[in-house]
């Protein structure tokens, strides 16, 4: 398989991204001026050159990895994949002097170790390489150069460039990541299925390590995760445009917005966790933007504000004899919303139902999402300024 050059090259591309992620994935993708061919439970598939590739990768927010097709072919067998791989020219893609890693999505009966079907990848692009070149690159399971991904279902196979490597659902800032933290691409999915308008102020009480307020200065300021990260896989590819990605990463610099009466207010308990979220949110360059207060939930000062949100993330009792403990937390954090926020959006992200319903508030929307291996929800109150009409 003769290959032309790949930043010019239109191939199908799948961005894949965390269970449940990928309509608020889908947003930001046509915010991007891209056009959706499919949307799926775990990401969305579109048609792109290497070079969108590397917008998409300095851009998004909510995705894990872009995958950049090469091939697509019938296969029943390790056998069939290497000799499918061995046609194409992975001379034009690698350097002799390079370093590259397989990873693999596998589900067919001839395979019982997916390792087993990285090893046939590698096997074919080493002995083409050889065969071509009269050398080969080096391999291993690290990805820190550029990545291959083998995906197989049933009869079909598809080879594709990973142009990501490292995942992009960690957006890089987070140097210390305190007790049990959000994942980056979770919490920004869940602050786009918000109401917010990205003015208003955003109070996140029970901070933690404050992912949750970092991301949402950073999406009102429109700092992109390209900031905070200087290698990619598809670096490392022969055709790489690295003038494109100069011009791509000098625009995230000059798109960022300057708000100096944007209002985030994170606070907790812990006096760590403070400390902790100080760095994260300085190491993102939005610590300007942030007040950070230690004192509990209920001491939290929320302005008033009507267009405001107010968002928690509580513990969900996932531990024997944590769930009769949180069951007041729960109520306490309902007392709260009604009292002190009235006129704002309250919401509420647990992997609980049975503690959510101890908030006695009745949700407007209950907003599906998975983290780890946990259904969630992302509750949605009005907590309406007097009585509601």
Known sequence: MELTNLSTSTKRIIITCSKRLSPYLELEIIELGFKPVRTFPTGVELLGTMNDCIRLNLNLRCASQVLYSLKEFPSDSPDDIYRELFKISWEKILSNDSYFSV????????????????VKVKDAIVDRMRDKTGGRPNSGSTLEAAVIHLFWRN???EIFIDTSGETLAKHGYRKIPGKAPMLESLAAATILATKWDRQSAFINPMCGSATLAIEAALIATNRRPGLFRDNYAFMHIKDFDDAFFEKERALLDKNIIDLPNLKVIATDISEDAINISKINAGAAGV?????????????TNV???T???IFFNPEYGERMGEEKELEETYAAIGDFMKKKCKGYTGYIFTGNLALAKKIG????????????????????FELYEGTRR
């Open 103 to 118: 990873t693999s999505n596998v589900n067919h009966p001839s395979i019982n170790n997916s390792l087993y079907a990285n």
């Open 155 to 157: 009869e079909m196979a």
């Open 307 to 309: 267009n405001g949100i």
């Open 361 to 380: 508030l009745k949700p407007k929307r209950k907003i599906e999402f998975y983290t780890s291996k946990i259904d969630c929800r992302l509750l949605e």
């Open 287 to 299: 610590e300007r933007y942030i007040t950070f207060e230690r004192c509990s939930f209920e001491e």
């Open 303 to 305: 302005p008033a504000n």
